[in-house]
């Protein structure tokens, strides 16, 4: 059994009118990988950053989608839009209102910690086993669900004109902008919809740090640019012994003795490759959460 080491985490950095899924297919195809999925998605309107996972690291994106995320945000106000953005044909709400900062920042004070959201019409969200976005491109009326996020940092970055604002927001996951941006206008009494999205940060991760997706290197340059495991996941980490890899393979059981900390999970490499996670099933062994090889 020889180890994936073609199996990463990488940074890009993704353009306007390009899909999450068209940007894994780009890399799938000029690189050669067999999988390679992503942790969040981003409009196509949107731009920033996306981290990818190539191979069976593809396995371990769902520990990463918790991180929360960092975004600068246009908001023009006077208008809304079926899709929250400049998707969809802009409705007017008030077409001759005039940002007034003070007002700007008594509002946005309302959305800092804990707040519930109804997601767009015009999202991935499925509803009874449908696409948010298929019911609206249908025109059919449903009961929209709603979910709780947390805003952790709400300013305005720049007043652009009298209708134009930039923003930036540090949020949870599963926080949409095109929601709070026409939450924002709503409550201003203006109507707002997101002109310009761009994701600069997951947790503690730059875009800066990104890889542009019109800039891409050759292979070789590219695998040297991937990201480490450790900084993108929380737990516990043991390398062990490349003797242990038929037992991991095969869903075998581990003793205790191996992991020295006795944490509940584990992420379990060889040569640095993460090969599974183990979580303790009782004094003596520790069982296997997520077999990668």
Known sequence: MRLDHKANFFLIDKPENFTSQDVCTIIKKKYGYTKVGHSGTLDPLATGLLILATNSYTKLLSYLIEMDKTYDFTVRF??????GDLGTDLIEGDPHYKVNENDLNVVLDKFIGEVEQVPPMYSAIKVKGKRLYKYARNNEIIDMPTRNIKIHNLKVNQIINDSKVQFSVTCSKGTYIR??????????????????LRRTGIDTISVDE??????????????LRSYGHNKLINMANIDIDITNIDTIQNGGFLQSSIFIDQEECYLVTIENRVVALYERYNDKYYKPRNVLI
Do not use: N, R
Request: proline share 3%.
């Open 210 to 223: 990104a890889i542009g997706l019109s800039k891409l290197p050759d292979y070789e340059e590219f695998e």
């Open 78 to 83: 006077g208008y809304t839009s079926d899709s």
């Open 179 to 196: 929601s709070l941006a026409k939450d924002i206008g709503e409550m201003l009494g203006a109507g707002g919809v997101v002109e310009e």
